[in-house]
């Protein structure tokens, strides 16, 4: 197909249009309705500005219309010598609907074009991961009531050192769930910024205006400086994937725990039977796998980032074709943390805490802290009884773990998880999202009513 | 010096403790005023508990101003043996105000000190970066509207590719730099959590006021799970890092522009005589080194960033040693991007375009695009104004460049860089920042004053 | 399907076993031959311990074949279900030649199956890499030397610093080449040690004989202690990946020259126009955007080399699932290694020196050096006469440029680049080359012949 | 001090300076040694060539044994005016000898002296980290030796999997030890070719021996093409650091598997109490930090090499200022790897297994594959015998651990590790290492000899 930069017969070398074009040949369909939407609003502007007339515009939707309907039905897919979905898109319109075709492109380039492409499609996945990490905090908080009573030991340097719950522990990432949606959010808003009419990268001397295609596509202010636009190009991305990145090292720590939880030498939770898979040659084996994979999974998501940082950070101002190789990371990222997010839903869903393994682990080792505060109620300075305490280990008698968790009654303490106020904090950015949800949606079916 | 969890005789081997403390005796004076103020403001919460008595902390208070006095003097730098600064505070408190010193680490865990340390050093660093971060926008921006008006070639691909100016290139930087301070605001918000009463990691049994104390030291909120106040040991400094990686990630593109413009070939800059080196075997040559060193930094900032990530990666929940190797890349990050910036501003002062070599650099070839808008605006559909201009370069006439800079005015556009709006955006923020900056210094003096 | 370990009913939630398999499903098939390779020679070698019968043996190499056919015709493929190449293989076996089929896994696990076709699997690929590398160390060679003689500036801080060639420049990478095939010769020797038989992880109490296996192979080495079999998992990949990221940064490097240098400003080479590319906006652009995409192709390397790194460094010893996250990136990493390669050498071949134009560029301060040089050999000392021609530049005369390369004529300078000497070079370490391929060759003759 | 290239009274900006050479001052006295036997070997073969009289060379070789004396006493410090090492001794030489001090620069360049300087720093220091990872071997062959006999459970997945033995888990670091062996030796090889001579980058117009400077220096071979040496840079030093970060790599392996096995849930070793720590808060605690801090240094040593990796990664050819930034991750990596492999040494030699915790650990399923191994000797097929054990697992009686052990006879089974032929391995290698070092130290008295 003829690409919409050539002029005459001097084709490119076939094995470098491989080379070149095979990344966006697989990827570039998950982009063709954010370029449709795109190129609805950029045409309706040009009829504003008297380039295209309204007649014309309505022969465009229509075209328009068309390839979301066949991208529906999976039949918009890019063959080699399609170059990307911009050029094909617009390779139909002029087949499709001739001479408005010829016009689309008026004022605008492929290098905004996929600019705003990633954008739309950034703000569109940060919308899902934003509800799927509030879902897992949900669940996560709701198991750390459910099992707020159940004592496990707490460690650090791995050694048995405080008493803790199985509550503190679900706990604990529920409300790093809730840190990460400070990452998403800020991601989402550095996102939501319209970055169409800087075109190749220095804008265009024709009267465009930036402000209509910027509320058509519900886009909160246009990023202004044309050249930071395309400059921005991989540092929105890293920034997103950032906010992927914490996710997905949360649930990695996560599974880490488990994996060691679930070791025969702790035997802290029973894991539901369906998770757990057998080995090829050893009969007796049940092993946590997917605790595993979700634990390997954030280095992945760090390599995703990592190449959209290093692409993005040695280039020269300006588009750089380097750029397009963040594509495929960027677009990965999402579906990989999805699944993840995903899995780690159903792990915690599916593992229970083993009271009797649990009550048995609470070895009188953990107690001596509360030992020597017990000193220290008594008048002894803490250095002291820690002193006392430190040389007569025997001495801690037997204690009741249950009311032992419930003394550390201080926010946050075992006694005292304030699971009622992270319900309300989750309940409270539900809302929040689901605005954001409603405008978003109500965006592209006014954009899809434009005439 | 005896460590405070030596109960008798056997000392760590000294070969081992030179290799666990070394870092920490380098780095820790650093932290020695934060160690001071969480310490005063822990004992005052102890005295409204009822476990240190008023005149106690009197003394406490007393004791802990002289090591601020001798911080100021750098007369409280560590040595071998003093293992870190909790450790030698501690001792340091028991030698001169006797029992009160053994009742200060009542309720509280080294775990938690150097937490709520780093806390506090990175709040008063982040104000620093916050402020610098904003001053180079604002010299950015003035730089922007002062060549406003000078042409320069804008390039994609590292080609020709279509008109821009000086303003412009200033600009671009002038508008990343704002974006970064949305990354700084996004870490400063949430590295404003309280986690001291975290303890080890667990709480502790006895009825600490976590509310009290997070206020004393102007804190936003209580971090509130006590084993999360833990596991966000280095993920709250990966989130700061990752906005210090930004911010150097701009500079070294920038950095990376200013080596190719005034290479001799481009020679688009005149670059203060002051601020170039010579080379010790050609007579000839004049260098700017300091824009290599600042391309090069971003690539240590990015080191400290991933040693970060990745110790804290594969950690298991509660505190780990490893934590401690996450202190230097943190510490040294700061410095390291204060002076980088502070070296941005200097470099861009100092380097100025040359007009005659710039306007011969505006060769027809760039306003290739602009000629087929003419033939757009005659009523031809852009694709064939394209091929006919494609086809006929030579076509090209004489065009004044500035005129040619002012049609791009649209939003963002050569003829209409907005810089106005950006200027009060930069104040806008300074003002935000200034107030957080008067918060912390009251917030200070009032622990000061406690009693 | 059903899997080698399930010994019940209760099957894999499908869910897990998708998110458990997938990558599996879809890249195992790239293992299949390597696979039936290694069951040939354990299947070989349990005859002769006498686990298998002679005639059992005859029935499964059928069996093995016939994958071998199927795999040819691409109708070995797995699905939904397969679970992995190994899983398929036996059930594939079982199906098809009853019995034996059951006695293959005698005395092997899946741990050290997929560890044996990662060996293979990276000695044929780094054959081929061994070889392209070459071939393109030799193409470098001989432009090196059919370009001695085309003076061009060298540059030193991107600055004109001393004369250098085209010959000079296409040599230095041909060198380099050369170096990285030190590194693909230290990944192959490390990579090329048999593990099978380490089984789970641990051997297995059957007295099976593994420097039999080791032999049919083709292996120079058994890699001794069983649980290092498996604790290598990731660490000869990484190994390996890091030959092919000096291989592509070198590539890269050398792109990164061609960037500048076929800038209009440098206009050093000139390119092959089925080489470049035009802009869907700017009528006038040619981009060498291919030079771009092997630019940023290092740091997509980089992170697969980073991901197996990762991956690998904080797991504990034994077989561990996370291991499964390491396949891709080698996989992908060989293949893209090899495009890139082949497009380098495509490149380079199709870009030619601009002589006017660099004859033009040997502008009098690139001899400042030599002009000191000259008055160095009337006696003056080097520091005085840099001193006297430092003040003054303008009396460098016009020099020959290339007189002037050819006055550096010792070892590697312009005037003497070696070039017989690397030829030389490059021809011996083809023929090592050809005897590893050939050896290769004969082994798998010889195992597929086995009987 | 004035530089080298100072012409006349512009001076640099002083925070200017700062910023470009505080690395350097703080570094560079690591290279004062190398820097004067690079001299020593310059000046002499510019005796050779006549540029310099026997008489000057003498006068200029008691200078240059001067800060050789200087140096060991630490008197040859640099301050802030010095630059870096090169200026600081070109002055001195001019100051301590006059005329032959302005003559020693003649046909080198300072890029020249750094390459030369880093090469001779890295081979010593190659070579001491060659003998510390064999002595590492060593001692990890002779623990396997000694608890040989000892049963410890192997694990897959992080859970119980067949037999293996305390043996076997430290020969599995010991034989990994070799395997980095060969990365050393790899590294040591590229390492060792001469760059003097390349000067700035691209040679010098005077009739240079460069074969006499590699000879005297005791380099293998000349580095050819001068433009490589240059390219070079980082190069080479990331190989080597690729060698060190897979040595630390194994070390933290190693030790996450200590920190494992010595949770008082696993309770596998016994520590030395030299070697742990208690905890300030918590009198019960007994933490083994040393274990986690060298689980964590491998982040630090990776951070080092990715450093170096990314500062080379997109620089173009030639010498750029960049590369000094790639000195400190340079230097800091090969210390912080000689302290990672003593303490490593130290805490395997401090580390007991408990054999009562061992064997009761020894439970029955880990005999699961050698009960269905009994069925296959009875002529069941395996995957029968399997599905029989797999579905009966309480039928496993009792067995003896050490007998089990002793019938995985298979090389690099439990009854075989094999250890005679590891110790062979070694002092093989330590002889080769001994050759290596004394023909360093003889080239070095020879350099120091010369007139």
């Known amino acids: 197909m003829k690409k919409l930069w050539q002029k005459n017969q001097e084709a ?18 998950k982009l063709t309705k954010f370029d449709v939407y795109g190129s609805l609003a950029h045409a309706y502007m040009l009829t504003k500005i008297g380039i295209i007339s309204p007649k014309e515009f309505g022969v465009l939707r229509n075209s328009l219309k ?3 309907d066949l991208d529906k039905k999976d039949s918009f897919k890019l063959k080699f010598g399609d170059e990307d979905i911009h050029t094909k898109i617009e390779n139909f319109l002029i087949n499709d609907s001739g ?3 010829e016009k689309i492109h008026t004022a605008r380039s492929r290098n905004d074009q996929v600019l705003l492409n990633l954008r739309l499609f950034g703000k569109e996945k940060l919308l899902e991961i934003w509800g799927e990490t509030l879902q897992l905090a949900s669940v996560l908080n709701s198991l750390s009531q459910k099992f707020e009573e159940i004592p496990m030991p707490g460690y650090t340097h791995m050694q048995k050192a405080m008493p ?21 959010k800020t991601a989402f808003e550095l996102n939501n910024q319209s970055p169409l009419g800087s075109a190749a990268s220095y804008g265009v001397p024709l009267p465009i205006d930036r402000q209509l295609v910027c509320k058509l596509l519900g886009f909160e202010k246009v990023q202004n400086n044309s050249l930071y636009c395309q400059n921005s190009r991989g540092k929105i991305e890293s920034i997103i994937m950032f906010a992927l990145l914490q996710i997905t090292l949360d649930i990695s720590k996560m599974a880490s725990d488990i994996m060691i939880f679930t070791t025969s030498e702790f035997n802290f939770f029973d894991v539901n039977k369906t998770f757990t898979s057998g080995s090829s040659i050893m009969p007796q084996k049940k092993n946590v796998d997917i605790a595993e994979l979700l634990r390997s999974k954030v280095h992945v998501i760090e390599s995703y980032f990592t190449q959209i940082i290093n692409i993005t950070k ?8 380097d750029s397009q ?11 990989l943390t999805s699944k993840v997010i995903e899995m780690a839903i159903l792990l915690v869903a599916n593992i229970t805490p083993k009271k009797d393994v649990l009550k048995k682990a609470m070895t009188e080792d953990l107690y001596a802290t509360e030992k020597a505060y017990g000193l220290v109620k008594q008048g002894m300075p803490f250095r002291q009884a820690y002193m006392e305490i430190g040389q007569n280990l025997s001495a801690i008698d037997d204690i009741n773990p249950l009311e032992s968790l419930k003394m550390s009654k201080h926010i946050g303490g075992t006694g005292n998880l304030n699971i009622k106020n992270t319900t309300r904090q989750i309940n409270f950015e539900k809302k929040i999202l689901n605005t954001k949800q409603k405008e978003y949606q109500k965006t592209i079916i006014n954009l899809l009513n434009l005439n």
């Open 12 to 29: 490119l070398n076939p094995l470098v249009e491989r080379f070149e074009t095979e990344n966006d040949l697989l990827l570039d369909h």
């Open 66 to 68: 068309k390839i979301l």
């Open 99 to 101: 001479k408005p075709g």
């Open 164 to 184: 803790s719950s199985v509550g503190m522990w679900f706990g604990a990432y529920a409300e790093s769930a809730l840190d990460n949606i400070q990452l998403i």
């Open 314 to 321: 040695n280039l020269p101002s300006g588009y750089n074709r």
């Open 325 to 335: 190789d963040t594509k495929k990371p960027f677009i990965e990222g999402f579906d």
